[in-house]
């Protein structure tokens, strides 16, 4: 399975930005996916989540109700829909997807990563 983060790019303080993660290589209808993101000189943490389904998502306290995940299981492609950005959330993103179809926030639990793709907010 290839995971293919796009969307990124360089945005003021309060503005949006949509992330892509394309799938390829097998059909991942049956996985969960997640999103992380890695500062300079910090750990990738997690940021949010969705089940096989789209039913169940999870997200860090820190974008929840800023940021959306959502699936299109047809088009097996993942979305992560930002707002409110702020300059902490600067970073790179990177998708990720887990042999099950259930949401984790654990990075260990992941085991198909995709490049990430930079978003950088101003002040």
């Known amino acids: 399975v290839q995971l293919q983060a796009s969307g990124g790019g360089s945005v003021q303080a309060g503005g949006s930005l949509r992330l892509t993660c394309a799938a390829s290589g097998r059909t991942f209808s049956s996985y969960a996916v997640g999103w992380f993101r890695q500062a300079p000189g910090k750990e990738r943490e997690f940021v949010a989540a969705?089940?096989?389904?789209?039913?169940?998502?999870v997200y860090a306290d820190s974008v929840k109700g800023r940021f959306t995940i959502s699936r299109d299981i047809a088009e097996n492609t993942i979305y992560l829909q930002m707002n409110s950005l702020k300059p902490e959330d600067t970073a790179v993103y990177h998708c990720?997807?887990?042999?099950?179809?259930?949401?984790?926030?654990?990075?260990?639990?992941?085991?198909?990563w995709g490049q990430g793709t930079q978003v950088t907010v101003s002040s």
């Open positions: 990720a997807g887990r042999d099950s179809g259930w949401p984790s926030v654990s990075r260990n639990e992941y085991r198909y």
């Open positions: 969705i089940s096989w389904s789209g039913g169940s998502t």
